[in-house]
């Protein structure tokens, strides 16, 4: 794909929480599955999508993620190649008016996205960037995401809690097996991991 100064060339899918800590508490269970479960939620006919932005990283350091009323997404996440997301039948959302909705092909309207600039209330979406996915599920491995969390203080966080399930790991091992030979089962914690500041 081109590279462009104002578009990553990487999308990000953040999880929704109520609070930093539910958030992260939404994450780790995508990243011990390794797939992310579609959702309709705010998606006009009820197409069952995977949804990322394409906006820059640094965007979400300080800006609109996590600040009502500008977005339902916390500063957690996990991060694709473009391409990657692409080659799964990623596009684009197509932001327009809720009228134009009928005159998409049935092909095409799990990609609107309601854009009504000049009206009363406004409605205005086109800082997500947003691309989707049309599918129940998203599955992945670790090479091909990265864990996105807002500072180090989360990387820590990820770090003890990668460390708690070894701990568990070792422990139901250990009761078959030698302890030294248990310990050989720990795992280093493999993700790449990007804090946002």
Known sequence: ????????????????????????ARLLPIIGERRLIAGNRMIRGGYRCVCFT??????????????????????????????WVY???????????DSDFSILPEALRWRHVRFEPTSEQVIDFTWEREW??????????????????????WVGA???????????????????????IAELWREPLRWHVVALQ
Do not use: W
Request: net charge negative; with cysteine.
């Open 1 to 24: 794909m081109a590279t462009r100064f104002d578009i990553s060339e990487k999308l990000i899918h953040f999880t929704s929480g109520e609070s930093p800590a539910s958030a992260f």
């Open 54 to 83: 394409e906006a820059r990283l640094a965007a979400f350091a300080d800006a609109f993620v996590g600040r009502a009323p500008f977005t339902r997404c916390s500063r957690f996440g996990l991060m694709f190649d473009k391409t």
């Open 87 to 97: 080659d799964r039948g990623g596009r684009p959302v197509i932001y327009q008016p």
């Open 132 to 153: 989707r996915i049309p599918c129940d599920e998203l599955t992945f491995s670790q090479a091909e995401a990265v864990i996105v969390v807002p500072n180090d203080q």
């Open 158 to 180: 990820l770090r003890r809690s990668h460390d708690a399930e070894q701990d568990i790991d070792v422990e139901m091992y250990a009761m078959v097996v030698e302890r030294e």
